[in-house]
């Protein structure tokens, strides 16, 4: 039944519990301490008959914890990586040799980490981060470590692999030095976005792809609906994830003329598959904002109309 294959894509934020165990190479060093939720694949860990989880096809899609004081070793993927902040202040090391390059993110930015580039994360903060992790494959390899705490001195791995502070530098977008150049296109602040308004009555402000980070496997928007703005059943070509940030909304199946509707509150999630006609409506008491994840770095354009 359509309803209970629509029950079958949701994820549900209460419904979950992080894992504080998702990376075994962290596992007997308190400083790796770190907790995931995964939503869609697994993200990075190898934990991929997780029965909670849905089915990754060009993306995962996952939560991760960061408390106060702790980091995670320098590593490289073969995919793209993006880190998008919901709550907390994050600090990533981006690597060329034993030299770091680090940015700072807040609430609502975003960065892009290029297949291949060694990276790393800590938290300087005075509260926990929650960050939205998303690798552009549904079956990610294992990370490959540059400086781990297992190889490495605790410091030196805490510190990217850079042998002292000569060798970091803060991101500055205006520097002309190659390695800020590099990243510059990779990091998307929430106060540089620009919204773009629908026709049909709620905007988008890009993250991946055209007006955003470069895209490579999927696209990624945030999205701003209005109070009772809704919009009309359409369909795509691949799949689509909503992960809501604030406020409500409520998503819509349609199938042969019968429809089927679910409401999602903040943190919770659907995952769209390629195909199947879906909507979404705001009727609850405020606006909503929710970020929404396509399965294809330049999608077909969807000609959204309000309903």
Known sequence: MLAEEMRAHMGLFTEKTFDWDAFPGSRGIPDLSRAQLR??????????????????????????????????????????EHFFILQGVLTVGTVWGDEVV???LGPKDLLLNKSGRPHGFRNDGVEPVLM????????????????????????????????GP????????????????????????????????????????????????PASTYSMDLVRLPRGVAIKPYTREVEDVYFVLDGTITVGWEQDGEIVERRLGTRDLMFNPAGRAHYFR??????????MVVGAPRPQPVAFEAA
């Not at 995962?60 to 590593?75: M, R, W």
């Not at 690798?135 to 692999?161: A, I, N, Q, W």
């Not at 510059?184 to 602040?189: E, G, I, Q, S, Y």
């Open 282 to 291: 705001n009727d609850g008491a405020g606006d909503a904002e929710f970020s």
């Open 166 to 213: 000569e060798k970091i530098q803060l991101f500055s977008p205006e520097s002309g030095d190659r390695r800020h150049k590099e990243l510059a296109p990779h990091v998307v602040r929430y106060r540089d976005r620009k919204p773009v308004w629908e026709k049909a009555g709620f905007a988008r402000m890009a993250y991946v792809g055209e007006g955003g980070a």
């Open 132 to 163: 939205q992790i998303t690798v552009g494959s549904g079956t990610p390899e294992k990370p490959v470590y540059v400086c781990h705490p297992k190889d490495k001195e605790l410091e030196l791995s805490r510190r990217f692999g850079a042998p």
């Open 102 to 104: 680090e940015v700072k």
């Open 39 to 80: 939503y869609v694949g697994a993200g990075g860990s190898p934990k991929v008959d997780d029965p909670s989880t849905l089915k990754a096809q060009h993306f995962t899609f996952s939560l991760v914890n960061q408390p106060v004081g702790k980091f995670a070793a320098s590593h490289a993927h073969e995919v793209v």
